[in-house]
């Protein structure tokens, strides 16, 4: 990383459960209180009117909320973050929104706070061992990284430093962001919103759980270690504690660094072609899936360049706190859904939807088509049949280009234009971080501006009996 990060910073960070469930409870209070004033004085109005009215309050509502939270940092922000990225089918467009303006908070937690905590950690002996910069080079909801180096050998590593007491604070937190958007009405607390909230809850406790997110690191290395298209930092167990983990500084440059945009196409092809099978191999062998789409967890190194292979750009793999263990009787029916898909067998994608318990029998024909067809449309750079490509996805060679085609937001616009919104259940929460994994795997590629067909590597995968071995 060439450049230190700057920004604004605190010294301490309030992790009390007893201080930030009362400020927010005196959030959802004074919002509560709005909401039911804005409600009482807006039902005389006409339909149109109420409901112009109504948008804008719950953006007026969900704004407040996320200035509240901020207030707050730790596990409160990241929390939203989360709720921002899987919470479409519990929460307004308005609450997503103005949540998604957490991921731009910056402030950073003094370096007097932080050496304190590797101190603790580590022991003033283990930590003598280290030169650690006091600019942080990244700073986060749950922590910060700092670059060190070891005196003894010159090695350069990283430490990712947890704030302290989040951990500790994680389900007094969600309990009381929860109650927050209930007393502002921002949210309709159910059964489904419930098992949402549990599964948002076992996220933040395996981001929160250093020592396991130093495994699930090791397991990935062991797993690409015959994959020279990717690096995965190696983890110093001998600085990593439960709340700090110690790994080799991986070099390499922003995933829409000029650097990477003028690289030749078939290089950047290659990058995006092993994205894309680093997924499949996720989904179809490992059955674990890096579920954050975050573009920071990821870098580009470059061939020839100090330190890099002389031979291969290479992607490089960073923090594995969000990675997903998926059961079979999950993943076969969203397998089925993608071997029906590209084998244009739309009648089994509904199927495999029904089995996934999102959609049902008894809805109309016509919604049930629609479905399999949003489905299937979700696979286009990955079929067989390129007749239904639109002209800007395709380049002079025939090869589908992922930026230019907009895929995402055609589905979206498709999805909303038609009738399978009034129908659509809430999916599995697997498939919801399932699904923002996929979208984010097709927005690497695109900000790479790669040009590929992705067929010929799902084929291998759908069809191994007919390919050659893959490694996995």
């Not at 350069?156 to 430093?161: F, M, Q």
């Not at 309709?188 to 997110?213: A, K, Q, T």
């Not at 660094?257 to 062998?285: D, I, K, T, W």
């Not at 089994?348 to 449309?377: A, H, I, K, N, Y």
């Amino acid at each position: 990383m060439t450049s230190k990060r700057r920004g604004s910073s605190v010294s301490r960070i309030k992790t009390g459960s007893f201080e930030r469930r009362l400020s927010l409870t005196r959030a959802g209070l004074f919002a509560g209180t709005r909401m039911a004033s804005h409600m009482a004085t807006n039902w005389l109005s006409s339909r149109e009117t109420r409901e112009q009215r109504h948008r804008a309050m719950l953006s007026s509502q969900a704004e407040f909320l996320v200035e509240e939270l901020g207030k707050l940092k730790g596990s409160v922000v990241k929390i939203g973050q989360v709720m921002a990225l899987y919470g479409e089918h519990f929460l307004p467009e308005e609450v997503t929104e103005a949540l998604h303006t957490l991921e731009d908070q910056t402030t950073s937690l003094e370096w007097a706070s932080i050496r304190k905590v590797l101190a603790r950690e580590l022991g003033s002996d283990r930590l003598a061992e280290l030169e650690v910069d006091p600019e942080p080079i990244g700073a986060a909801s749950l922590g910060q990284v700092h670059r060190a180096r070891r005196r003894s050998d010159g090695l350069e590593l990283v430490l990712k430093v947890q704030y302290p007491g989040v951990a500790d604070a994680v389900d007094s937190d969600l309990n009381s962001v929860a109650q927050l958007l209930r007393i502002a009405r921002l949210v309709s607390i159910g059964p489904e919103f419930n098992d949402w909230l549990e599964e948002v809850r076992e996220m933040m406790h395996r981001e929160v759980d250093y020592r396991l997110e130093a495994r699930t690191t090791e397991k990935f290395r062991a797993l690409l270690a015959d994959d020279d298209r990717f690096v995965v930092p190696r983890v110093l167990p001998e600085y990593s504690t439960a709340h700090v983990i110690a790994s080799t500084y991986e070099q390499g440059h922003s995933v829409s660094s000029v650097a990477v945009r003028e690289l030749p196409l078939a290089r950047r092809n290659a990058l995006g072609q092993a994205a894309l099978e680093l997924f499949f191999r996720e989904l179809f062998l490992w059955g674990e899936i890096q579920t954050d789409p975050n573009f920071g967890n990821y870098r580009i190194r470059i061939a020839g360049e100090p330190g890099a292979d002389r031979d291969h750009d290479q992607i490089v793999l960073l923090d594995f706190g969000a990675v997903q263990s998926y059961p079979d009787s999950f993943l076969k029916p969203v397998i089925h859904m993608i071997q029906a898909s590209y084998e244009g067998d739309r009648e089994q994608v509904v199927e495999g939807g029904v089995q996934l318990r999102f959609m049902s029998r008894d809805w109309p024909e016509d919604v049930l088509r629609t479905f399999g067809e949003v489905c299937m449309s979700v696979l286009e750079p990955l079929q067989a049949d390129r007749g239904q490509w639109p002209p800007e996805a395709v380049n002079g060679d025939g090869q589908y280009r992922w930026k230019q085609s907009d895929l995402p937001s055609r589905v979206a616009r498709y999805a909303a234009r038609s009738a399978i919104s009034r129908y659509f259940r809430i999916p599995p929460k697997e498939f919801v971080f399932l699904n923002r994994k996929l979208i984010g795997v097709y927005t690497f590629i695109a900000v790479l501006c790669a040009e590929f067909n992705g067929e010929p590597l799902l084929r291998r995968y759908l069809y191994p009996e007919d390919g050659d071995d893959k490694t996995g």
